[in-house]
């Protein structure tokens, strides 16, 4: 066997993979130079917090980027809604007072008898005093001048009897128009024919007698026979006044009270709740 000189190992000229790997060029990351948030791409959305539900969730692209923005209820809404909740509340209050007016109103319809008793007390005193002409039920051949400008009425007692009765002008045309009592107003609460201590038979009609148009006054002859008083009362304006004012006085001590209720609770209800409401709806759609 042939023996050769010792050397040295050969120098490998291909490098370890290693080493190719430590000195091979490595290439450089850089952070963006700009960010656009809101873009299509590149976006770093900002984590939300939703407050409208119980236990509130954060989202975001970044979790290291922990900055949080809150939706918060608008006070527009909120502002809204109290006038919405006032003008319902203040409408239900009117609507309420108006019905407790009704109530009463009705009350006090099923009072009528005793309010038309209070306005009798009143006016049968004025109608006292319109008396021009008393008979005690025998009358005969009296004279009474008649006033061709005023309108005169007859009126007997509850309970008398007319025998006969005559009121003629000097020409003996008659006088009087007869007709039977009608109650002049059934919802006052007064009977005109059953109320009164005397009640009307008929009134005296000058326009009855010849050229009446052109006199101031007519003298007339009266004749009665009757088992009971009766009278000629002159009814003028002055008296109608004095019953209605009388009536009025009355009406307004049992109506006003309900009256101003229901006025009141539909001023409430209608006039002011609605600015409530449209104050609210106005600032809700705004």
Same mark, same amino acid.
């Given at each position: 066997?042939?023996?050769?000189?010792?050397?040295?190992?050969?120098?490998?000229?291909?490098?370890?993979?290693?080493?190719?790997?430590?000195?091979?060029?490595?290439?450089?990351?850089?952070?963006?130079?700009?960010?656009?948030?809101?873009?299509?791409?590149?976006?770093?959305?900002?984590?939300?917090?939703?407050?409208?539900?119980?236990?509130?969730?954060?989202?975001?692209?970044?979790?290291?980027?922990?900055?949080?923005?809150?939706?918060?209820?608008?006070?527009?809404?909120?502002?809204?809604?109290?006038?919405?909740?006032?003008?319902?509340?203040?409408?239900?209050?009117?609507?309420?007072?108006?019905?407790?007016?009704?109530?009463?109103?009705?009350?006090?319809?099923?009072?009528?008898?005793?309010?038309?008793?209070?306005?009798?007390?009143?006016?049968?005193?004025?109608?006292?005093?319109?008396?021009?002409?008393?008979?005690?039920?025998?009358?005969?051949?009296?004279?009474?001048?008649?006033?061709?400008?005023?309108?005169?009425?007859?009126?007997?007692?509850?309970?008398?009897?007319?025998?006969?009765?005559?009121?003629?002008?000097?020409?003996?045309?008659?006088?009087?128009?007869?007709?039977?009592?009608?109650?002049?107003?059934?919802?006052?609460?007064?009977?005109?024919?059953?109320?009164?201590?005397? +009640?009307?038979?008929?009134?005296? #009609?000058? =326009?009855?007698?010849?050229?009446?148009? @052109?006199?101031?006054?007519?003298?007339? !002859? &009266?004749?009665?026979?009757?088992?009971?008083?009766?009278?000629?009362?002159?009814?003028?304006?002055? +008296?109608?006044?004095?019953?209605? #004012?009388? =009536?009025?006085?009355?009406?307004?001590? @049992?109506?006003?009270?309900?009256?101003? !209720? &229901?006025?009141?609770?539909?001023?409430?209800?209608?006039?002011?709740?609605?600015?409530?409401?449209?104050?609210?709806?106005?600032?809700?759609?705004?």
């Amino acid at each position: 066997m042939e023996e050769k000189p010792f050397s040295a190992p050969t120098q490998n000229t291909q490098e370890p993979p290693l080493q190719n790997a430590q000195e091979a060029p490595t290439s450089t990351i850089s952070p963006p130079s700009s960010i656009n948030v809101g873009a299509a791409s590149n976006t770093i959305n900002p984590p939300s917090v939703d407050y409208n539900v119980t236990n509130p969730t954060i989202s975001t692209v970044n979790p290291a980027a922990q900055t949080i923005m809150l939706n918060q209820p608008e006070k527009g809404n909120t502002v809204s809604n109290v006038f919405l909740i006032i003008g319902a509340v203040v409408l239900v209050i009117g609507l309420g007072v108006m019905g407790l007016g009704v109530i009463q109103f009705g009350d006090t319809l099923g009072k009528m008898d005793e309010i038309g008793a209070k306005k009798v007390l009143r006016i049968q005193p004025l109608l006292d005093d319109t008396v021009v002409f008393s008979s005690d039920g025998s009358t005969t051949n009296e004279s009474f001048e008649f006033d061709t400008d005023l309108w005169y009425q007859i009126r007997v007692e509850h309970g008398a009897t007319i025998n006969s009765i005559s009121i003629l002008d000097e020409n003996n045309n008659t006088l009087l128009f007869e007709e039977k009592c009608k109650d002049s107003n059934p919802e006052d609460g007064i009977d005109d024919c059953k109320d009164y201590s005397t +009640f009307d038979i008929g009134s005296i #009609d000058v =326009a009855l007698s010849e050229g009446s148009q @052109y006199k101031q006054s007519i003298n007339g !002859t &009266i004749n009665i026979n009757a088992t009971g008083n009766v009278t000629i009362n002159n009814l003028d304006d002055e +008296f109608f006044e004095s019953v209605f #004012d009388s =009536a009025a006085l009355i009406d307004e001590e @049992y109506f006003a009270g309900p009256t101003i !209720t &229901i006025f009141f609770g539909a001023c409430v209800g209608c006039c002011v709740s609605p600015i409530g409401l449209l104050v609210g709806i106005v600032i809700r759609f705004a």
